[in-house]
């Protein structure tokens, strides 16, 4: 049984998959070489209710039907196939100090490309714009769903693995409660704005402005290396005013975030040798109207694998500085912008 689990003494949370594991003496199976996320291998994953299709100038919504795979698309939603959470798990709860719960919710792949090769550091604009435009109705459908609390999207960029590892994608998985991590947030951002009539994340992005730790500026976004950096070369993007959510993005913001994502992808893969990253969107609860909080992304490259003073103390090694981070990612995001819009 899929279940979450809560720590003994603390708020974190864990979601068990008890028959996913290995069984004593079993050998891990060799890997297909197959990507069924790839164009022409659609009858490989389960069938798709968001799919986008070019026709001439014009962008077409549409789904796959029973045996009827919809073709030559440019981006494709559908259920995972091996889900982290399932609409019907069962109601089963369990007492502290093993408190458990059901693990329910939704898990869905956004399929950001037909080409397999094609980095999210490549992709063009246009694309990046449809990919933002697929997860904002998908998620908004999300929080239309009963037992939906948050809705957690993210990406695992991985250079190394299988084929679907490499392949760009965008997981999209619903929980029954809102998570740790964005908890904490919306209580930091309660307190202050019950107390001081501010939203700290606010201050933070005008005291990031234009400072060391600044990578680049678009219209409506900036990106910087935060101060407690974990993560060498990690950095978070954050919308300019105060908003809530990726769904309340408008049609010239999402473009613009879709050149902020490109270009600062790109410059990571540009200054690093290996740009494997982790990307997650933090945004409110759209049922959870106390947990709200000024929408961001985090972007966290892989570099270093975590000893016991990360696992064990919760305290982090950095080697290498936020503002030494900016530099670097500052003058090759910078490279990115200026030719993805035509500036030598």
């Not at 950001?112 to 997860?135: G, R, Y």
């Amino acid at each position: 049984m899929v279940e979450i689990r809560k720590d003994y003494f603390t708020e974190k949370l864990s979601i068990i998959l008890p028959d996913r594991g290995l069984k004593p003496g079993q050998v891990i199976p060799q890997r297909a070489e197959k990507c069924n996320y790839c164009a022409g291998n659609e009858e490989m994953t389960p069938p798709a209710d968001l799919v986008l299709v070019r026709r001439g100038d014009t962008l077409l919504k549409q789904t796959d039907s029973e045996g009827d795979v919809v073709k030559n698309w440019s981006v494709r939603i559908f259920p995972a196939k091996s889900p982290l959470v399932v609409p019907t798990a069962p109601p089963s709860y369990g007492e502290p100090p093993h408190y458990s719960e059901p693990a329910v919710g939704y898990h869905y792949v956004l399929v950001a490309t037909p080409k397999h090769d094609q980095p999210f550091s490549k992709m063009d604009i246009e694309q990046w714009t449809n990919i933002l435009a697929s997860l904002q109705d998908k998620v908004r459908w999300l929080y239309s769903q009963k037992g939906v609390s948050y809705a957690l999207v993210y990406v695992n960029s991985e250079k190394d693995g299988p084929p679907t590892a490499v392949h760009p994608s965008i997981q999209m998985v619903t929980t029954p409660r809102v998570p740790p991590a964005v908890e904490e947030e919306a209580d930091t951002v309660q307190t202050s704005l019950n107390d001081l009539g501010v939203c700290p994340m606010c201050q933070v992005v005008t005291a990031e402005t234009g400072g060391p730790r600044q990578i680049l500026a678009t219209d409506f976004f900036l990106a910087f290396a935060p101060w407690v950096s974990t993560h060498p070369f990690e950095f978070w993007i954050y919308p300019k005013r105060h908003m809530t959510s990726l769904l309340k993005l408008s049609q010239k913001e999402m473009m613009d975030l879709a050149l902020m994502l490109r270009s600062t992808l790109g410059g990571l893969a540009r200054a690093l040798d290996s740009p494997n990253f982790t990307m997650v969107f933090h945004s409110s609860s759209e049922k959870k109207t106390t947990k709200q909080i000024h929408w961001h992304i985090e972007v966290y490259p892989k570099r270093e694998k975590w000893t016991g003073l990360e696992l064990g103390g919760g305290i982090y090694a950095n080697e290498v500085s936020p503002e030494g981070a900016a530099q670097v990612l500052g003058a090759s995001s910078r490279k990115e912008l200026a030719q993805l819009v035509g500036i030598r």
